[in-house]
């Protein structure tokens, strides 16, 4: 069965830190990936997804990702966070069916 | 538009009792599902349905039924609640491609069974 890795479950930054967020699947055939962002008392939102084309895709508020296939990765990254990223950031894969899975999230805390 | 918007924000039950969690949009999706989000556990797939009258199990149904009588309604029934069943509940529309694309979410329904 399919599954999504998020390894890091709290991430505690200072504002103006880089971040970098992992993601890996296990399914080896075609996917479609995304990142979603819940905001602290708000639904999940887009952040960015990957179809196809250029594996570094940008996203809103400064956000981008790689997709690396040989390493089954899709990494989140941001240059320099702000308070204002504190949230839950959520990794998931489509793989063609229709079922999108979800990575387990990875809180994001960052201190002003 | 509004998007997509769930009934009620919170409920809570007691174990046996039975009720609907409300879903609708109104960007004409065909595509909609509803998940559960658990601590730790990230957001796992109920139900869903890629059209008025069709719906398909996904990785967690059991003890939970739908229906898709219109394009606009997707509820989810619990059918005797139990404490396992203590969520939030998120429902999802997404235009026609099913999952490939992307999903617009509600605000979520929080659920306590006692």
């Known amino acids: 069965a399919q599954s999504v890795s998020q390894h890091n479950h709290h991430v505690i930054l200072s504002e103006a830190a880089s971040l970098e967020l992992g993601c890996n699947y296990s399914y080896g055939g075609t996917v479609n990936l995304f990142w979603y962002v819940q905001y602290p008392g708000q639904h999940l939102q887009l952040l960015l997804k990957y179809f196809s084309g250029d594996p570094l895709v940008k996203g809103i508020k400064g956000f981008e990702a790689e997709f690396i296939k040989s390493k089954f990765s899709f990494n989140l990254r941001k240059p320099s966070v702000q308070w204002s990223d504190t949230a839950e950031y959520f990794c998931a894969v489509n793989t063609g069916a229709n079922n999108l899975f979800f990575g387990t999230g990875t809180r994001l805390t960052v201190i002003p | 538009n509004a998007g997509v918007t769930q009934t009620p924000k919170f409920q809570v039950l007691k174990t046996g009792q039975s009720m609907t969690l409300q879903c609708a949009q109104d960007m004409n999706h065909e595509y909609m599902s509803w998940y559960r989000q658990d601590p730790g556990m990230g957001l796992r797939l109920i139900h869903y349905s890629v059209g008025a009258g069709i719906t398909d199990q996904g990785e967690v149904p059991n003890g939970y039924n739908v229906s898709r009588s219109t394009t606009e309604d997707f509820p989810l029934r619990l059918l005797s609640a139990a404490p396992s069943q203590t969520s939030v509940y998120f429902c999802?529309?997404?235009?026609?491609?099913?999952?490939?694309?992307?999903?617009?979410f509600g605000p979520g329904t929080r659920l306590t069974v006692t």
């Open positions: 999802a529309s997404s235009p026609t491609g099913g999952s490939s694309y992307e999903q617009y």
